[in-house]
T-cell receptor
Framework: ETGVTQSPTHLIKTRGQQVTLRCSSQ?????VSWYQQALGQGPQFIFQ???????GRGNFPPRFSGLQFPNYSSELNVNALELDDSALYLC??????????????FGPGTRLTVT | AQTVTQSQPEMSVQEAETVTLSCTYD???????LFWYKQPPSRQMILVIR??????QNATENRFSVNFQKAAKSFSLKISDSQLGDAAMYFC???????????FGTGTSLTVIP
């Protein structure tokens, strides 16, 4: 059983550029949630994809968008990067949300630096 | 919107002693789920313990236990017989019933003193 993987590990972008982060969910999981974790802060929920559809969204602007593929891997896209987007981006995979034993498994994260 | 508050940015404990980390939350829902996550310096988040709001019994996982006070909206984590490997950031988190919204606290950095 493979765990949650994310790529790339680190990324440096310039303000105004666009970035795509990738997440491979744990084998058998159909749900992926994305989080932004600024330095010294707790993770902030960006959105969740369940069976290729957006299933929930946090308080993030539309320039944060995502995709989930038939194999349940996922992408996070951020357009028009701002300096405040510099953070660790975490993805977490799980089985069907809403179930009592719902449990998320986190990936190691992608460190994004915007200059 | 729900909020999760961890009022202790840093805590320390002697090895083998017991420490309690505090968490309060705000919600208007009656059914929800609460979690404690551990994030070691290597940064991969790990689930420590979870509590379903409809259960009155406090959850326990080996040396980790919670004190869930639903009326007070309090959810503290007790670590018994602290070990050096317990040193990490600990995050309290709230999950909505549908499982499609999560709220994390700002974390408590736990240091274990040998």
């Amino acid at each position: 059983e493979t765990g949650v993987t994310q790529s790339p590990t680190h990324l440096i972008k310039t303000r105004g550029q666009q970035v795509t982060l990738r997440c491979s969910s744990q084998s058998g999981h159909n749900t992926v949630s994305w989080y932004q974790q600024a330095l010294g802060q707790g993770p902030q929920f960006i959105f969740q994809y369940y069976r290729e559809e957006e299933n929930g969204r946090g308080n993030f602007p539309p320039r944060f968008s995502g995709l989930q593929f038939p194999n349940y891997s996922s992408e996070l896209n951020v357009n028009a990067l701002e300096l405040d987007d510099s953070a660790l981006y975490l993805c977490a995979s799980s089985l069907d949300p809403g179930t009592s034993f719902y449990e998320q498994y986190f990936g190691p994260g992608t460190r994004l630096t915007v200059t | 919107a729900q909020t999760v508050t961890q009022s202790q940015p840093e805590m320390s404990v002697q090895e083998a002693e017991t420490v309690t980390l505090s968490c309060t939350y705000d919600t208007s829902e009656s059914d929800y789920y609460l979690f404690w996550y551990k994030q070691p310096p290597s940064r991969q988040m790990i689930l420590v313990i979870r509590q379903e709001a409809y259960k009155q019994q406090n959850a326990t996982e080996n040396r980790f236990s919670v004190n869930f006070q639903k009326a007070a909206k309090s959810f503290s984590l007790k670590i018994s017989d602290s070990q050096l490997g317990d040193a990490a950031m600990y995050f309290c988190a709230y999950r909505t019933p549908r499982g499609n919204q999560f709220y994390f606290g700002t974390g408590t950095s736990l240091t274990v003193i040998p």
